[in-house]
């Protein structure tokens, strides 16, 4: 089994903690749905810059970067269900580093 280049490493732990990223650039008031679509494009940007920056012989493949965006948006999601959120650490992040809705000037 070959290994994983360092691209791909960072891809991963990037991954991981996408969720906590949604919630610094969103209030405890956006809609979930918001979040979501938030969550895939950040995941989907990750996937095309790791298949971007990790060395191929063949050259960048579109495919590749679809799946890792996919497989990131899955795994994003796991890790803010399965972890950040049970443990409060989202909700923590979003408190004291995020936007709240004093910062957002809806008047602009």
């Known amino acids: 089994m070959q290994n994983l280049d360092t691209a791909y490493w960072l891809g991963l732990i990037v991954t991981f903690v996408l969720p906590l990223l949604v919630g610094v650039v969103t209030t405890h008031v956006t809609n979930p749905g918001i979040q979501a ?3 895939l494009l950040f995941t989907a ?7 971007y920056m990790a060395p ?4 960048y493949s579109v495919t590749s970067a679809l799946v890792f965006a996919l497989v990131g948006f899955v795994m994003s999601v796991a890790a803010h269900f399965g972890l950040w959120k049970p443990t409060g650490l989202s909700y923590t992040v979003q408190k004291h580093v995020g936007l709240t809705r004093k910062s957002v000037n809806l008047a602009a």
């Open 37 to 39: 679509v938030l969550l």
């Open 45 to 51: 940007a990750n996937g095309f810059l790791v298949e």
């Open 56 to 59: 191929h012989p063949a050259g």
